[in-house]
T-cell receptor, first 114, second 118 residues
Framework: EAGVAQSPRYKIIEKRQSVAFWCNPISGHATLYWYQQILGQGPKLLIQFQNNGVVDDSQLPKDRFSAERLKGVDSTLKIQPAKLEDSAVYLC????????????FGAGTRLSVL | GESVGLHLPTLSVQEGDNSIINCAYSNSASDYFIWYKQESGKGPQFIIDIRSNMDKRQGQRVTVLLNKTVKHLSLQIAATQPGDSAVYFCAEPSGPDAGGTSYGKLTFGQGTILTVHP
């Protein structure tokens, strides 16, 4: 079974530029999560989708971050404009919706904002 | 707010030794915990979980112990190998739909860095 796919693996941009990350969850997984992991910390949830609907986006900085999962499968996370403090690893995870919160993570996208 | 936290940020052991990684939680209503392993350059990987109606759960070379009285859980790794070197996180579901379903977000602790020396 293929795991959660993310691209790109690395991205370097200057502040005030925009950037987008892509995630393809495990086939059949209804729930998709985007986490931000700052160096030395645990992942922090940004947004959670159930199929193509948003379940929780309370910690998403909506003035600059946006995410969508139009067809209930792939998802994109966008930052516009980026700030220095957005430098982090952005992790995508998915779960089947039946298991007890066992979320399967992708390798992440490491973003550096200069 | 509720959180999970770790006592020790780093742990260094010799190959073959047993490792114990600790985690404290603050929400006495928490009923489900998960341990994840994160190797360098990779996403967190599920190791083992435990529900609050259990005190102990064993997997392959790993055991999780839950002490609800002092709100503490630990991950024990037997015969630690160099491949076990990673950051270990305990995590719990939180949010309005938490409570054992798959719809709750996970709140992660800071993590413990385990280094295994050959």
């Amino acid at each position: 079974e293929a795991g959660v796919a993310q691209s790109p693996r690395y991205k370097i941009i200057e502040k005030r530029q925009s950037v987008a990350f892509w995630c393809n969850p495990i086939s059949g997984h209804a729930t998709l999560y985007w986490y931000q992991q700052i160096l030395g910390q645990g992942p922090k949830l940004l947004i959670q989708f159930q199929n193509n609907g948003v379940v929780d986006d309370s910690q998403l900085p909506k003035d600059r971050f946006s995410a969508e999962r139009l067809k209930g499968v792939d998802s994109t996370l966008k930052i516009q404009p980026a700030k220095l403090e957005d430098s982090a690893v952005y992790l995508c995870a998915s779960s089947a919706g039946l298991a007890k919160n066992i979320q399967y993570f992708g390798a992440g996208t490491r973003l550096s904002v200069l | 707010g509720e959180s999970v936290g770790l006592h020790l940020p780093t742990l260094s052991v010799q190959e073959g030794d047993n490792s114990i990684i600790n985690c404290a939680y603050s929400n006495s209503a928490s009923d489900y915990f998960i341990w994840y392993k994160q190797e360098s350059g990779k996403g967190p990987q599920f190791i083992i979980d435990i529900r609050s109606n259990m005190d102990k759960r064993q997997g392959q070379r790993v055991t999780v112990l839950l002490n609800k009285t002092v709100k503490h859980l630990s991950l024990q790794i037997a015969a630690t190998q160099p491949g076990d070197s990673a950051v270990y996180f305990c995590a719990e579901p939180s949010g309005p739909d938490a409570g054992g379903t798959s719809y709750g977000k996970l709140t992660f602790g800071q993590g413990t860095i385990l280094t295994v020396h050959p």
